[in-house]
């Protein structure tokens, strides 16, 4: 990774005259949170490297975030915030300037590029405030908690999303997070990881998604095909019901992930969707692939993956699961280099590498 050039003396004095104003501590560290690079399909479309050879600050509020966005000298100039403690309602406030577009009550990443958003040390933790992307690029968050987020009751944050990705956003990485809720939507909670409305080029990888209703999507309706290109890999998904992800057109890349306790469904292709489902790690859970609650059919191509204790349900005129014994109906053809590890192997690596506080260790290709 390229070392963060200095601030220049009048942005610092700039930058800590802000911080006293509002009350928020914004310091001036060395870069030291953010480590390796992008795989899988956020290499592609020209690559995703964040706020690489810009400016580094630290934030300990979610309106310091914002203030650190703000006060760049345009929406493009390159950021890495790194972030620590934790960030909740109550010191996430709207602030205005030249490079952001924010609001209260959410971390706002609106019309900007080029900013990388991560935890320092055992990371930081976002408590019932979701993370927001929107018509922006270049983007990379890493190292974080998102925990709780809600769409009813209160308070409420990003639609109820951990992490929601949406209109016309390109390369975006998000890397070592834990995004867990505390049940589904009668509980007021929503989506781990949504993406839709034109969203490509994405990579979700070494995360934990948990205890949640709905794990994710790709599209926001069978119309919404805009979406795509998007890798999951070394990831864990535990005790969700639903959505792990649902997918609804587009190509997605699924491999080395380990799946406990999929309640009702997992990978959901539907609408079109084709995804490559490799070396995965599905365990106690029930029909872990295949297009369900619709009639609009998805496809996959699977390979070298692991079934443990996987129930199926029998075929409707809504669900048409891929097993007891998945088989191929289309192929995908990826672009970028990848090496997968053993689906046995899947468990014990999941375990030491994801999730936030880890150490943003990675596979060495051993069990």
């Avoid at 928020?24 to 030291?32: D, F, K, Y």
């Avoid at 890493?142 to 639609?159: E, H, L, Y």
């Avoid at 890798?231 to 057109?249: K, Q």
Wanted: hydrophobic share 35%; with cysteine.
């Amino acid at each position: 990774m390229k070392r963060a050039l200095p601030l220049r003396l009048p942005t610092v004095l700039a930058t800590m005259a802000l911080a006293a104003a509002t009350g928020t501590l914004v310091s001036i560290p060395e870069a030291s949170a953010a480590t390796g690079s992008a795989t899988g399909y956020a290499t592609q479309n020209g690559g995703t490297t964040g706020g690489a050879g810009g400016q580094t600050v630290r934030a300990t509020t979610g309106t310091a975030i914002h203030q650190a966005l703000c006060g760049r000298a345009s929406t493009s100039t390159p950021i890495t915030i790194e972030v620590t403690g934790t960030i909740n309602h109550a010191n996430t406030k709207k602030v205005s300037g030249a490079g952001c577009d924010t609001a209260d009550g959410v971390i706002e990443l609106k019309k900007v590029s080029n900013v990388t958003l991560v935890g320092v040390g055992s990371g930081a933790v976002f408590d019932q405030l979701g993370i927001h992307i929107r018509e922006s690029k270049n983007i990379i968050v890493q190292n974080v908690t998102v925990r709780n987020v809600k769409k009813s009751g209160s308070p409420t944050s990003n639609g109820g999303d951990a992490i929601g990705i949406e209109r016309n956003v390109r390369n975006v990485w998000i890397d070592h997070t834990t995004l867990e809720a505390s049940g589904g939507e009668s509980e007021g909670y929503d989506g781990l990881f949504d993406l839709k409305d034109n969203t490509q080029y994405v990579t979700l990888s070494y995360s934990v998604l948990r205890n949640s209703g709905r794990g994710g999507l790709v599209g926001n309706s069978e119309s919404d095909r805009s979406n795509g290109y998007i890798t999951y890999h070394h990831n864990r998904y535990e005790n969700i019901d639903s959505r792990a992800p649902l997918l609804r057109g587009g190509i997605a890349h699924l491999y080395n992930n380990h799946y406990v306790r999929l309640n009702e469904s997992g990978i959901n292709s539907r609408a079109g969707a084709r995804a490559k489902v490799d070396n995965n790690y599905f365990e106690d859970s029930k029909d872990v692939l295949g297009t369900f609650y619709t009639d609009e059919a998805g496809y996959w191509q699977v390979g070298g993956n692991i079934f443990d204790n996987v129930t199926w349900s029998g075929p409707g005129s809504e669900n048409h699961p891929a097993g007891p014994d998945p088989k191929s109906n289309t192929t995908v053809a990826i672009p970028y280099a990848f090496g997968a590890d053993a689906a046995a192997c899947v468990p014990a690596v999941v375990s030491r590498t994801a999730g936030a506080g880890k150490g943003l260790q990675v596979s060495d290709g051993r069990c």
